[in-house]
């Protein structure tokens, strides 16, 4: 789990009580309360966009985050990684029994294919969930809206659960 603070903050000022704290104050409430335990890690993690393209340089093939970063929001990270691998196993898997180098040629537009959709998910839930500092209070409203919006709405919550988890829902 994670929060918004201040990318210049100094994890070491921040003991479990008060991260407990923070946690506590954005999701406990409506009958959920957080079940609370040690926290194993912590850091301040700036967020960051980034896409290498082409993913291929020569015989060098890059995947995961050695060609890609998304801000954590949308939790797609992991998720690119093990999507390259895959299709980047088709290619050297075709190159070597079947001598066929078409699918490692299209590697990198393939693998792109997603990444871009997850870049674009990941830029959506960052902007929705976030508050920039410099935020004023027509945008603070215009975000809530935005998220009201999203979660009353049938087709909000579809698009949202499809895009979150890659899979097509009932409703779509
Ligand atoms: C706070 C946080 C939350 C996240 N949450 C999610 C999530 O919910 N869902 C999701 O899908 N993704 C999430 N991610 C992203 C995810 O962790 C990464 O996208 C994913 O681990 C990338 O996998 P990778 O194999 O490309 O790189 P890595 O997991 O970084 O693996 C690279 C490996 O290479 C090793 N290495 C580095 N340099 C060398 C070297 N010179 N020689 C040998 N080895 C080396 C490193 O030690 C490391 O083990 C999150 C990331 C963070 C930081």
Avoid at 83 to 99: A, Q, T
Wanted: glycine residues 6%; negative net charge; charged residues 25%.
């Amino acid at each position: 789990m994670y929060f918004q603070c201040d990318p210049k903050e100094n994890v070491a000022e921040w003991d479990d009580d008060r991260i407990w704290a923070e946690f506590r104050s954005r999701v406990n409430g409506n009958g959920f309360e957080l079940k609370e335990g040690p926290v194993l890690e912590k850091m301040v993690l700036p967020f960051r966009s980034f896409v290498h393209t082409p993913m291929r340089h020569g015989n060098l093939f890059l995947a995961g985050d050695a060609a890609h970063t998304v801000p954590p929001t949308g939790a797609k990270g992991l998720n690119l990684a093990i999507n390259d691998v895959k299709v980047l196993f088709e290619g050297l898997d075709s190159h070597y029994n079947s001598g066929s180098d078409a699918l490692l040629e299209t590697y990198s537009d393939r693998a792109l294919d997603r990444v871009w959709k997850a870049q674009q998910f990941s830029y959506w839930m960052t902007t929705m969930l976030h508050t920039p500092a410099d935020a004023d209070d027509f945008s603070r409203a215009r975000q809530l809206g935005e998220l009201n919006s999203v979660v009353s709405s049938r087709h909000g919550r579809a698009y949202l659960a499809e895009a979150y988890t890659g899979w097509p829902t009932v409703a779509s």
